[in-house]
């Protein structure tokens, strides 16, 4: 697909995303673990193989992130707090990573997949044409017996060139995209607030009366800037979300 190919024509960040990625693991829980600074670039860039140029487009993506900060004549400074972070709001989420990290076993049911027509509000967030086909998909989650969110999906039929047979919607829509679909989903436009849900969603996640939910809405792009997924996803108080701001 068009898509697919010009990600791959997109793909030189490629070395930098898997220093980083190597980079939070050490600094997690591997050799820098206890460490408030790191070491300079050009031993990183020995120890890990790759040029230097490698290593501070990685730096600067984990300073970005608010991992560490580059201070001048000091340093690269670790920043322990966000390391120590689980869910970041800031991130994208992942149902399934997201309650495996907790120690329980993610299993989705109540699952629904259906057509529908777009509405405006829904045509104008995918920049569709009204009256456009669109993919819904609806599903719990549980960490191992408790239910601990609902979510509903909703995409351009279009992007499965009207085929969606065999497709497990039970796994994370990203990945989805991702196999199926070529896409790769690379940020999101959300908003946040609390929110009673529905009643057949409250029954479906068994909550009491004087509980609220964590209500998420998102608008998911492509790496191409392209609106792929509208989603909302109701949290119960299972989860602990973090927000790295960064403020100057």
Known sequence: MEEQKSSARLGGTLMSAQAVQRLLEEMAGGRYAGLDRLPPEVDLAEWLGVSRTVVRDALSELEREGYLERVRGIGTVVNRGVVGLGNRMDHKLEFHAMIEALGRTPHTDHLMVTRQVADAATAAALEIPAGETVLVEGKRML??????????????????????????????????????????????VARLRAVPGEAAVRRLLGLGADKALLELEETCYSRLCRPVVRSRTLYTDFFDFALVRKLG
């Open 143 to 188: 960490a191992d017996d408790a239910p601990v969110l609902y979510c509903t999906d909703v995409m351009p039929l279009s992007l499965f060139e009207g085929r969606t047979d065999g497709i497990d919607f039970t796994r994370p829509i990203f990945d989805i995209l991702q196999d199926r679909c070529g896409i790769q989903t690379t940020s999101t």
